[in-house]
């Protein structure tokens, strides 16, 4: 019994979406497309800058600086990409998207 009611449950929520990952170094590298009105959770193996946008460029000078192993929640309120760049060693970024997250 407990089996089918945990059947039930994953078709009515979905499953989950895999994390968009990015390797990122000393230049800028984006994502794939965001969906408007979704929430994601970044996090980051080291510290690095992002920026937001239809073609963003990250830069260490000017963008935001995400911090090691801390998760961030974002709602991103246009379709666009993320960019990521180091701030001094390299690293990944995960962006996962939150089930159920949405913008009202």
Known sequence: MRVSVQRRWDSMIGEPEPPIV???????????????????????????HIAFGETPVATVANCTILFANLPYLFTYRTEGKIAAIKNKAKGTLYITPMLGAREC
């Open 22 to 48: 990015i390797a990122y170094d000393g230049s800028t590298v984006s994502s794939t497309s965001l969906l408007r009105g979704n929430t994601y959770m970044f996090q980051s193996t080291t510290d690095c």
